[in-house]
């Protein structure tokens, strides 16, 4: 008997070492294994210029990556406490929690209880599917078995919390922090990050957006874990229940926002980036939008058209300094109708007789040159067709007026008449220096805009006249950053010097005359505190108003997107819009501190400190020459006083009138 004893002993030894050996052994092969790919899809973010977030792009998973030391303290420890309590003494695997998983489900003859670990759940939901099937389970085992192999506890936690899904379309621990609390993950509350991490658990059923009173149970089980695994204290758990919890509400004042969002991506797929891939590859893109100057034009286009249902309008502002897009409102309604109007070519009608009239003076003639305001016929190709413009209600001064004029009361023969005597050639060619790209015919009709154009080309054409003969391309991107930090592209401005600034200052000096009195935008003259300049145009179809400043190009369209005719009242609606948008984002505060005043023996007090508007001014070339106007005769102003009405015009030296 003691023989057949020892005998199984020593079997029994023997099959320990065997059995010790073979689990050496699988592990040795298993950590020489490597794990399968991972297919993971983080969410790209786009930024405006000051990094507040305009949109997410996403798949099905939104998910933005965060390391672990940008994560709070508050939420690792208490989804430690609910998940996985053991997470730091075992191997990946609770075989108590196992253990107890089996027997209840063999009570209950399912299974329903699983007893996973944060590893476990990470194995999951990497590379398995959520079928429960022993066969899956048991390949969930060993998965579990190489991650802890393969990876330290903190970087399987911060896979965990990258990975984990919290309800509402959000994928890992920022994602959820963003959409439940407007904040960044590092930022969570102990309230906040208790309540977050008893969401995985049911992302629906413990939603506080669904099911608030069970959010706060399952907050309320979740501190008492963390007491009782000596996290907190009862102190801390009963402070972090009585906080109050403020929930994030998703801010809709950026949806004016997405016409430049798709215009961003339209650049990045330039850059090399494929669309389908920006939305897995969790990218940081900072832009050049302002967000409050881009809140402020959306809304300033919603008050002014209310009362025209189907009118459509579009904005676009860009720095001429640098080529930043400030603002880009390309409808009234995304979600209506995401096409976008600042590229949409339209004809441009007078916005385009700045080009004409530049190429006047390019060609040795001044703003006060003169042509005669009459009805007029002009015959072109060859005498086989003809152009019939015609002035706003027909009304002609039968009289030569100088260029100045001209341009600020829009007369459409002058204008025409320009355009032949310097050659529809010229205007073409100077349109095209200044930024125009769009196809341009040589006939009469170019001098009033006949021809389609963008907003966006208007806006780089004027933006070259604001910058006295700087062309800059428009830019939407600064940089990008992938997931973690790392830069991979930063814009440069891109600039090429097309024009003397002389003719340019000049040309400036005349459009500042449309806010003057009888300047077809002087109704809005006292929006306009500062140096501006512009032009305005109307056709049949359209209504535009471009104008700038030093630092800021701004161009309004208004009209149908089907050829339909606006009315009178409708024409005039651009301008406005324009105007009051200019008068909000132009210049910059400044503050003006009060003097020391003595009050008794021994002490001051500083009066309050003030602000004030500062406004540029557009630099005066030294090539120029101002000289003192008559306006009613465009020649010089006689020195005696006679003339009531006169202004300061800068001429090229030998361009300037002799009398």
């Known amino acids: 008997m003691w023989g057949t004893i020892r005998w199984i002993s020593s079997k029994l030894f023997a099959l320990s070492i065997l059995s010790i050996f073979l689990l050496i052994g699988f592990i040795i092969y298993l950590k020489g294994q490597p794990l399968p790919d991972q297919d993971i899809a983080y969410t790209t973010k786009i930024y405006s ?5 305009i949109d997410n792009l996403h798949t099905e998973e939104n998910r933005v990556h965060v390391p672990l030391e940008d994560i709070s303290t508050h939420i690792v420890q208490a989804t430690v406490a609910i998940e996985d309590q053991h997470f730091y003494q075992h191997f990946g695997v609770d075989v108590k929690g196992v253990l107890r998983a089996i027997y209840i489900n063999f009570q209950n003859q399912s299974r329903s209880q699983g007893g996973s670990t944060i590893t476990q759940q990470l194995a999951k939901n990497l590379y398995l599917t959520h079928e429960k099937t022993w066969e899956r389970k048991f390949y969930e085992l060993i998965l579990t078995a190489q991650l802890e192999l393969h990876y330290s506890k903190s970087y399987i936690l911060e896979k965990y919390l990258n990975q984990i899904y919290y309800g509402h379309g959000c994928y890992g621990v ?53 007491v009782e695994n000596g996290y907190i204290s009862q102190q801390e758990m009963d402070d972090a229940l009585t906080s109050e919890l403020v929930f994030h509400k998703p801010n809709v004042q950026t949806a004016s926002a997405l016409y430049f969002r798709d215009y961003v991506i339209a650049e990045l797929v330039k850059l090399g980036y494929q669309e389908d891939q920006l939305r897995m590859q969790g ?19 919603d008050e002014q058209l209310s009362k025209f249902e189907d009118l459509q309008a579009a904005l676009v502002t860009v720095n001429p300094e640098n080529g930043d897009i400030l603002a880009m409102v390309g409808g009234r309604d995304y979600k209506e109708s995401p096409y976008n109007r600042v590229l949409a070519k339209r004809q441009a009608g007078s916005t385009f ?65 320009t355009n032949l005597m310097v050659r529809p050639s010229l205007v ?34 004027y933006g070259t006249i604001a910058s006295q003969g700087i062309r800059i391309e428009p830019r939407a991107i600064l940089e990008i950053r992938d997931r973690r930090g790392k830069l991979l592209y930063a814009s440069e401005t891109q ?59 701004t161009s309004v369209w208004v009209g149908y997107d089907r050829d339909r005719f606006i009315s009178r009242s409708e ?26 005043t003595s009050v008794g023996e021994s002490s001051t007090v500083t009066e309050p400190v003030i602000t004030k508007q500062h406004y540029k001014q557009f630099p005066i070339p030294k090539g120029v020459a101002p000289l003192e106007i008559c306006l009613d005769t465009g020649e ?6 006679s003339c009531t009405r006169t202004r300061t015009v800068f001429f090229v030296p030998g361009t300037e009138p002799v009398q």
């Open 49 to 53: 210029r000051d990094h507040q977030i």
């Open 174 to 226: 920022e994602a959820a922090s963003q959409r439940y609390f407007g904040k960044s993950a590092s930022e969570l509350t102990l309230a906040e990050s208790t309540l977050l991490a008893g969401v995985p658990k049911g992302p629906s059923y413990y939603s506080p957006f669904l099911n608030y009173d069970n959010a706060m149970k399952r907050q309320k089980l979740v501190l008492h874990r963390m």
């Open 283 to 301: 990218l940081e893109i900072t832009t050049t939008l302002n967000l409050g100057m881009q809140q402020t034009a959306a809304a300033l286009i």
């Open 353 to 417: 007789k700045p080009f004409v009239y530049l190429a006047a003076l390019d060609s040795g003639l001044s703003p006060v040159s003169k042509l005669k305001s009459e009805a007029a016929r002009f015959t072109y190709d060859n005498g086989r067709q003809s152009y019939t413009p015609r002035n706003f209600n027909d009304f002609y001064f039968n009289d030569d007026i100088t260029f100045l004029k001209a341009l600020a009361v829009s007369d459409n023969v002058v204008a025409v008449k």
């Open 428 to 461: 073409k060619e100077t349109a095209q220096t200044l930024g125009i790209q769009s196809y341009l015919q040589e006939e009469p009709s170019l001098a009033l805009g006949a021809f389609p154009v963008s907003p966006m080309e208007m806006t780089v054409a």
């Open 495 to 553: 600039q090429q010097h097309v024009h003397d600034p002389e003719t340019l200052y000049i040309l400036t000096d005349m459009m500042r005359s449309v806010f003057e009195p009888d300047g077809t935008g002087f109704r809005v003259k006292d929006l306009l505190p500062f140096d501006v300049a512009g032009k305005t145009g109307t056709t049949d179809t359209d209504a535009w108003m471009i104008g700038f400043t030093p630092d800021n190009v």
């Open 571 to 596: 024409s005039y609606q651009a301008t406005p819009i324009w105007a009051n948008y200019m008068a909000q984002v132009s210049g910059t505060t400044v503050p003006v501190m009060g003097h020391p």
């Open 636 to 641: 010089l102003a006689p020195a005696n006083g």
